[in-house]
C-alpha cells in the first residue's frame, strides 16, 4: 500500500534581473488561492512552509489594500514550496490515482548574481549550490522586463542583448564548477522567454512579443542556447527561445510625477494561471517531439518529464496499475520508454472538444486527479487560442 497522501513534485526555475517582477509574480500566484472568496472545486493551494506563505500572502493584501509592492529583496535567492492539493481523497478514485497532491517548487533566482561577479570564495560557493538546487526544474522562465523595453522603445536590441549577455555570463561563471562530474543530465531543457509586466504593453500579444525578440535579438538567443548546450547530456533535448508567454501579475496604476502606484488591481492578471500547466504538462508534451524526432537516452527522457507516463495515463483516461507496476522494474529502460511513447502520445494528441468532454466526465465523476489534469491542458489551450502563450511546434 502505498503511503499517504502521495506527492509528485515539479519545480519551475524563475530568472530575471532585480526589479524584473519576480517576487510580485510569486505573491500574485499565490495570494488569491487564500483569499476567502477563492473557489476552486478541484484543489487547494496551501505554501508547504506556513511563514512562507503568510510574508507571500501580506505582499498580496499590501498590494491589494495599499497599492504598496513588496519591498525588493536583493541577493536572495528562494525556494517557494506549494502543494496543489487534489480534493475527494477519500473517493474510490483517490484511492487509485497515482497522486494526490502536486507540489511545486518555485526557485526565485535572484539576478544579480548575473550582473555582478562574486564578492568571494564563499559568495561563489553559495551561488553554484544555489543553482545545483534549482536544476531539478524541467521548466525556467526567463523574465524580459516590460518595464525596461519601454524604456527602451526603438533600442529594445540594448536591452535585450545586455540581458541575455549577462544571463549567459552568470552560466559561464558557475560552469567548472557545476561540470565537476561531467556533462549535467538532469537540467532546465525547456526556457520560456516572458514579458513581465505585460499590462505596461497593453496591445501586445504573445506574437508581437515573439518578433521582438527575433527581431531584436535572435543572435544572442542562439549564443544562450548553445551556451547552455555545453552544459548538458543530450543537447538535442534542449529548447531555448522556441516558448514565449506574456505574464502580468496585476494591472499597475501609476501616479505620473513620481511613478508611484495608486492602484494595483490584481484581478487583472496574464498568464499566472498557466503557471502549474505549463510546470506540469509542458515538459510531457516535449518528451514526445523529442522522442519522436531524436534518439534521446531513456535516463534523460525521464529526468525531462519524470512522471510523464502517470501524467499521461491521467489525462487519457488509463488505467494507473499496470504502468506503476511497469515503472516499478528498474534497468528496463528501453522497454519502459516504448511502451509509454504511444500513451503520452495519445495524451497530448487529446485537444478541443474532446478534451473538454473528458474534463465534464472526470468532475462529475469527482474524478479530480483527471478533471485538474484535463483542466490544465484546456487552460493551455486557451493560453494558446488567446496569444498569452507560444508553444514550440
Ligand atoms: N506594471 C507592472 N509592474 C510590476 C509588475 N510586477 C512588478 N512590477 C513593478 O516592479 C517592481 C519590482 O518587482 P519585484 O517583484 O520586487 O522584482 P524582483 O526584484 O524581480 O523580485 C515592483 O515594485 C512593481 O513596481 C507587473 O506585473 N506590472
Ligand atoms: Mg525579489
Do not use: C
Not at 561563471?173 to 520560456?192: A, Q
Not at 506574437?207 to 535579438?217: H, K, M, Q, S, Y
Not at 499597475?252 to 504538462?281: H, M, W, Y
Request: a neutral charge; proline letters at 4%.
Amino acid at each position: 500500500m502505498a503511503k499517504f497522501p502521495k506527492v509528485r513534485e515539479q519545480h519551475i526555475a524563475v530568472f530575471g534581473e532585480s526589479g524584473s517582477g519576480k517576487t510580485v509574480l510569486v505573491s500574485s500566484f499565490f495570494g488569491p488561492t487564500q483569499e476567502g472568496s477563492f473557489k476552486n472545486d478541484l484543489w487547494d493551494l496551501v505554501a508547504d512552509d506556513v511563514g512562507q506563505g503568510v510574508r507571500l500572502y501580506k505582499n498580496y493584501l499590501g498590494m491589494r489594500d495599499k497599492a504598496s509592492a513588496p519591498i525588493q529583496t536583493r541577493f536572495r535567492s528562494t525556494t517557494y514550496y506549494f502543494s496543489v492539493k487534489l480534493r475527494g481523497g477519500d473517493s474510490d478514485a483517490a484511492k487509485k490515482r497515482p497522486f494526490d497532491v502536486l507540489r511545486l517548487a518555485w526557485h526565485d533566482y535572484p539576478g544579480e548574481w548575473f550582473e555582478e561577479e562574486p564578492s568571494s570564495g564563499e559568495e561563489r560557493d553559495r551561488r553554484t549550490d544555489t543553482f545545483r538546487s534549482l536544476l531539478k526544474s524541467d521548466v525556467a522562465i526567463l523574465l524580459v522586463d516590460g518595464q525596461k523595453l519601454l524604456d527602451h522603445r526603438g533600442q529594445e536590441q540594448l536591452y535585450l542583448k545586455s540581458l541575455m549577455f549577462n544571463f549567459r555570463q552568470g552560466l559561464l561563471r558557475l560552469k567548472n564548477d557545476l561540470l565537476e562530474d561531467g556533462p549535467i543530465v538532469e537540467f532546465p531543457r525547456i526556457w520560456i522567454l516572458a514579458l513581465s509586466k505585460a499590462d505596461l504593453l497593453p496591445d501586445w500579444n504573445v506574437d508581437t512579443f515573439r518578433d521582438l525578440v527575433i527581431l531584436e535579438a535572435a543572435e544572442d538567443i542562439e549564443h544562450l542556447r548553445s551556451t547552455i548546450a555545453e552544459f548538458i547530456d543530450t543537447p538535442a533535448a534542449l529548447s531555448i527561445g522556441e516558448d514565449f508567454m506574456l505574464l502580468s501579475s496585476a494591472k499597475f496604476e501609476l501616479r505620473s510625477n513620481d511613478q508611484q502606484p495608486i492602484d494595483i488591481d490584481l484581478t487583472k492578471r496574464v498568464g499566472l494561471d498557466l503557471v502549474l500547466p505549463v510546470a506540469s504538462l509542458l515538459p510531457l508534451e516535449r518528451r514526445v517531439q523529442w522522442q519522436q524526432k531524436h534518439n534521446i537516452p531513456y535516463k534523460v527522457l525521464k529526468s525531462l518529464a519524470d512522471g510523464a507516463e502517470l501524467l499521461a495515463a491521467g489525462l487519457a483516461d488509463q488505467k494507473f496499475a499496470p504502468i506503476e507496476k511497469l515503472l516499478a522494474k528498474a534497468g528496463n529502460a528501453g522497454k519502459v520508454a516504448a511502451v509509454a511513447l504511444p500513451m503520452l502520445k495519445e495524451a497530448v494528441k487529446l485537444v478541443g472538444p474532446k478534451l473538454e468532454e473528458m474534463n465534464e466526465q472526470a468532475r462529475a465523476k469527482h474524478d479530480y486527479l483527471r478533471a485538474t489534469l484535463t483542466q490544465f491542458k484546456l487552460d493551455l489551450e486557451h493560453g494558446v487560442i488567446d496569444k498569452v502563450i507560444r508553444n514550440a511546434k
